[in-house]
């Protein structure tokens, strides 16, 4: 089946440090891949996502690039603040015609002033 | 603003009472879903739901009921039957049916057991 797999955290960095988080998937198919940030105490917000292969996502300074051949989706950031202080989740949308979506364990940052 | 509203955001209950955690969009979206998660781990997914009036199990519906009677609402049901319910419980929508879909998030309700 299915199955996302992503870096085990917690990954600490200082402020303006660069970010990569990895993130690998399996799947039959075309997957939409997508990340989405969690707060303390909050639902999961989408960060960015891409639907087919070598597509870009980015937003607020990240970005990830969806590569079939490796058939990873690594998450980056060229300089972290400490507002990007958050768990980080690779998900992927099911290609067996559910509707359902596989998410990674997610992946904590710490960002250090 | 549209959006998943989720309440109560805390609920304890005793060991042997069934709690029911409401989930509400105005979104209209078709897709609905109800996950777990619990510290550090990542989301399981209890039930979900393509159309008002249908729903299926997910990968943890054991302890767990849903019901799907209007396309904004999909109350799930924490039963006696669940052994361990103490969890962060999230609502999400999509509007259904694309793969490309996104999933929107409620802000989650805490539950504990006492």
């Known amino acids: 089946g299915n199955s996302v797999t992503q870096m085990e955290g917690p990954v600490t960095l200082s402020e303006e440090a660069f970010l990569t988080i990895n993130c690998t998937y399996t799947a039959t198919g075309y997957p939409s891949l997508f990340w989405y940030v969690q707060y303390p105490g909050e639902g999961l917000q989408l960060l960015l996502k891409?639907?087919?292969?070598?597509d870009k996502g980015s937003n607020k300074g990240f970005e990830a690039t969806y590569r079939k051949e490796t058939t990873s989706f690594h998450l980056e950031k060229g300089s972290v603040q400490v507002s990007d202080s958050a768990v980080y989740f690779c998900?992927?949308?099911?290609?067996?015609?559910?509707?359902?979506?596989?998410f990674g364990t997610g992946t904590r940052l710490k960002v250090l002033a | 603003d549209g959006g998943i509203t989720q309440s109560p955001k805390y609920l304890f209950r005793k060991e042997g009472q069934n709690v029911t955690l409401s989930c509400e969009q105005n979104?209209?979206?078709?897709?609905m879903y109800w996950y777990r998660q619990d510290p550090g781990q990542g989301l399981r997914l209890i039930y979900y739901?393509?159309?008002?009036?249908?729903?299926q199990k997910g990968d943890i519906a054991e302890g767990y009921s849903v019901s799907r009677e209007k396309k904004e609402s999909f109350p799930l049901t924490v039963t006696s039957a669940q052994k361990n319910p103490t969890a962060f419980y999230l609502c999400?929508?999509?509007?259904?049916?694309?793969?490309?879909?996104?999933?929107?998030f409620g802000p989650g309700t805490r539950l504990t057991v006492l």
């Open positions: 739901s393509q159309i008002v009036n249908d729903f």
């Open positions: 999400a929508s999509t509007s259904g049916g694309a793969r490309t879909d996104t999933q929107y």
């Open positions: 979104l209209n979206h078709d897709a």
């Open positions: 998900a992927l949308s099911d290609t067996s015609g559910t509707y359902k979506y596989i």
């Open positions: 891409a639907t087919k292969a070598d």
